[in-house]
């Protein structure tokens, strides 16, 4: 069917546009639901983006199609899901009249790296300490309520009659200019703003960092924490810092009386001077109530940060959780390791959490062999006249495997690949280089000790099923670890960026590790 | 799509999304990114956006994937023995799996059940053209 390539993509629309997109309103608290909603893209599991639709054919059959390899790649490499995200999130929330023209203003000068951030907690957890500090080192805009009253367009003229109006008659506030003025986040030099309701271009280029304190008295207490939220403005990151409820009281009640930071004096100036105990336990009460909601609505990019600690660690997890960009690609994972390492079986709890295909090498050739097409035909022959397959047919095997449409579309992940230097660098250079690759470190002797034990079923810890089924006598591990050692240094060369992990220590630990770094973005590729 | 659609301004972006077609054209500007694979993805993307808004201003033509050649290369996969004309079926089978939407339920010869080369090419740059104009008809 080489005429109909290019096969329209079908991007199948309930992969793309609806289970990667959920659509989580703020459970409300008591009022209205109107305000608030936020769209969020890229679930846990929108790491596979092309899934093949069925194309109806001529013979009024359904058949799959599949999606060369070739695109999967281009879209990892160029980070295609996560622009497109972008796009249809931006239109979606705003709303333009002319999308075609909002789309080429945001293709033209947004960069879609920018961080955007929310910081969230209770009150006297160290936001404001922890935000300024950050603002200072990514060069963001600290956006907080001051802020945004200070601005000076006609929104912050509202919003700031709005707070005059409600410390006076002591009425709710218009929950929505308060909405609209967050989303419209404006720098404290307020500059001019483009009437339509694009971001502020120095905003756009460097960030934002939207700071929220919940249950503060300054917020109405009858608008729902959404709306207080960016509702409507999409973000990247969300960081709630937690710690107990002692804490807070202890550390309020030490704000009050340090009147000579400037920090302090900004928390105290908003309350009034005669705060007694209740009220602060009224608004760690009214924090409380709205964090599980909040929680729920920002679950796919929260990170819960404790804020009872030195504020020198709280601030490094948050640089590191900032640092890191979920990307959602089709995962090629490559597990390298000397026998008696756990391959096998980290291989098959990876597997099993993100649903790629667990490709071995010792099953490949009896994979090969019951497979119709060409690639069986060269396999069988070999193996009816009881010769050793060669080399370069195991490659065109694996290669074959590789390509097929599961493994193309789910991801895959190999482990056992024969340790040879020729068929790693045949892998590199093919279209179905791994993006990502582990070497699992191991001792000699714990090896060998791993081996022995797993030979012996009757180990509880070792499911019989998962003993190798290659051979496994003392020799043939050993000479197995000879040859993984003689050749971990050209590995290490063919695959610079492989990650090193300890894989002597508990398997849920080992596990752990690889999970981390599967999904972490640290280099661009 | 099947995601609960619970709130007022969900349902409002759900139909600004359907009104001005916003899926078709994603779906159309990301077939197209990833036939041709461009190294600047965004160029790219901002050039057949500029095209489509000159086709919709100005009455110029859209971009899409397809093209005159690939509409003859299906009538020649429909019709092996070169007869020159298909029957309805297969006119309808081969715009659908070229992902046309909207064909004519009417061509000319639909009441013989041959439909002609040129028919066949014609309808099939119209749905084409209907598919590509990916914004608010007027």
Redesign the interface.
Known sequence: MLIFLPPRLWLLESQLFSSEWTTASVPQSRKEREEDFLFFLAKESAAFLLVPLEVPTMEDGVRPLRVPPQMSIYADQHNVIHLVQTMVSGLAVDQPEDPIAYLLLLLQESSVHVPRVVLLGPPAVGKTTLARKLCADLGAVHVTMETLLDDQSQLGERARRCALGRQVSGHACDASSSTTTSTRAPTSSGGSRRSSGGPDPRETQTGRLLQHGLGSRRTSSNSPAGSESPAGRRHSQTLLLDAGEDVLLERRRGRRLDTLTGDAYRETSARPRDDAAEGRASDLQRHRCEVTGMSAAYRHVLKTVDGDQPPTDVYQQVVAFLRTRRCSRTPRVLLLGPPGSGKKHQAKMLSDKYKMVDVCCCDLLRWAEADPSWIGEEVRTYLQHNRPVPNGVTLNVLQERLNRADCSQRGWILHHLPCDLQHAKHLKRSLNAPNRVFFLELTDAVCLHRTAAKRTPTDPGVDAATVRECDDNARTVAHALGVYRTHTAGLQGVFPDGVHVDADQDPRYVFEALDRQLTVQTHTH | ??????????K??AA??EK?K??D???N???M???Y?PDD??EF??EK??Q??QA?DQGQKAPS??SHS?LD??F???DPANERYVTFA?YK??L????MKDINECPDGVNDDKITYDTFITEGMLSLEKCSAT?KQP
């Open positions: 799509m099947d995601v609960k659609i619970t709130t007022e301004r969900e409002e972006a600004y999304l001005h916003i899926f054209l994603m779906r500007l990301t077939s990114l990833f036939f694979r993805p965004k993307l901002i956006l500029e489509l808004k919709r994937l397809l690939n290369a299906a020649g996969i429909v297969q089978q081969a659908i799996s070229l992902g914004y």
